[in-house]
């Protein structure tokens, strides 16, 4: 493993940053070792150099931040259901070479905890698998139970994952031909109730404007999607400090899931077109009611992975601040999963960019080297240790 020296901009959070630091046996430090290169000895390094420098010591210049992380990401899963461990392996790759270093699973069919096994993958926070009801939702993808058998469905997955579990709230109700809620109020409560008395948190798939409120009454801990939350609904969300993952490449295939659905659903086409059409306003007013929002890819599904830039620069385009969507993608996720950043002492995971993605979010599809565990494992230039 290479000592690395950091020199540029080294981001730790929304008010810290440096102007070196250094990665020593894997871990970050902003006190210089004995021995060490200095910010002089790296000065005049264009800032997509990765080279040896005095010593043995790498050379990385450029703005650094905390590995990114991807909230809402499916590992082993893809159009056609669950996909074999080496596939599944491979879409982590592709993830951690776009600069996720941080996947908070959002639902897998497979078990892909042997990614804990192997340190070139990202770090994984596991949700278990899926949760919904029998015909109410995609094929393959999750356990399939009625609502007499949910709790105890909560607490095997709160045991199997990494302190999450993962319900689908609503989906298409073939008798009503619209989204509907899946879970009865009381029955809901009672399985959120079940996962926190296991140490684990809740996260639910919603797209409708009904299935919130009682979500919200039973403790969830997570919304994804949230396309049909009202203002009150925000604003009851951001006062519970629970926090909202907007999935905008998700959104932007609702208005050919509805001309998909047209035919039979009627109705849930006609829901599903407004959700398209206002899905930056919806952002928009999540920000002004005061909700965390988290960045996630909705990867694993019909979206392919390594997005994290694109689905960053969607937020950007839909009106948030590109300070803001580093922080929701970077420190405030890893704040949120309990996964650290750059403190003194963390294991060296981050993301070298030619230039500042707080000022051009456009930088975060251009990583110049990303670190995991103190090991550059991908790099726009060879780096000769």
């Known amino acids: 493993m290479a000592s690395l020296h950091l020199t540029g901009s080294i981001v730790v959070d929304a008010t810290t940053q440096h102007d070196e630091a250094w990665v020593v046996d894997g871990r970050i430090t902003f006190v ?10 790296a000065a005049g390094a264009p800032a997509d150099d990765a080279r040896a420098g005095a010593g043995g010591w790498v050379e990385l210049s450029g703005v650094a931040i905390p590995g990114l992380v991807d909230v809402h990401c499916h590992v082993g899963l893809d159009t056609g259901g669950p996909v074999e461990p080496e596939l599944a392996a491979k879409q982590a790759i592709v993830d951690r070479d776009a600069g996720t270093l941080l996947i908070r699973d959002a639902g897998s069919p497979i078990d892909n905890s042997f990614v804990h096994e192997r340190d070139d993958l990202p770090r994984l926070v596991r949700a278990g698998r899926f949760i919904a009801r029998p015909k109410r939702y995609l094929r393959g993808y999750a356990h399939e139970v009625e609502p007499e058998d949910l709790v105890n469905t909560v607490i095997q997955e709160a045991r199997r994952g990494d302190g999450w579990v ?46 919130i409120d009682p979500m919200l009454d039973a403790g969830i801990d997570c919304i994804e999607h949230g396309t049909g939350m009202t203002r009150a609904q925000m604003d009851r969300a951001a006062a519970a400090g629970v926090p909202v993952v907007p999935t905008l490449l998700q959104v932007a295939n609702f208005a050919s899931y509805a001309d998909q659905g047209e ?6 086409a006609a829901r599903m077109r407004p959700m398209y059409d206002n899905r930056y306003a919806q952002v928009r007013a999540f920000r002004d009611a005061g909700l965390t929002m988290l960045v996630g890819t909705d990867a694993g599904g019909t979206i392919g992975h390594g997005a994290i830039a694109e689905e960053a620069a969607l937020m950007v385009e839909a009106g948030i601040p590109a300070t803001e969507v580093v922080a929701a993608a970077s420190w405030t996720a890893r704040d949120f999963l309990g996964v650290a950043g750059l403190e003194e002492g963390a294991s060296a995971d981050l993301v070298v960019y030619p230039r500042d993605p707080r000022t051009d979010i456009s930088a975060l599809a251009e990583p110049v080297a990303v670190v995991l565990r103190g090991t550059v494992v991908a790099s726009a230039t060879p780096v000769v240790a």
């Open 32 to 41: 210089r070792p004995g021995g060490a290169p200095a910010l002089a000895d």
């Open 166 to 211: 993962k319900l689908i709230a609503d989906w298409v109700d073939r008798d009503a031909g619209d989204l509907t809620p899946l879970w009865p109020a009381d029955v809901l409560a009672d399985a959120i109730a079940a996962a926190h008395a296991e140490g684990a948190r809740v996260t639910a798939h919603t797209f409708a404007t009904e299935s």
């Open 263 to 268: 035919a039979k659903f009627p109705a849930y």
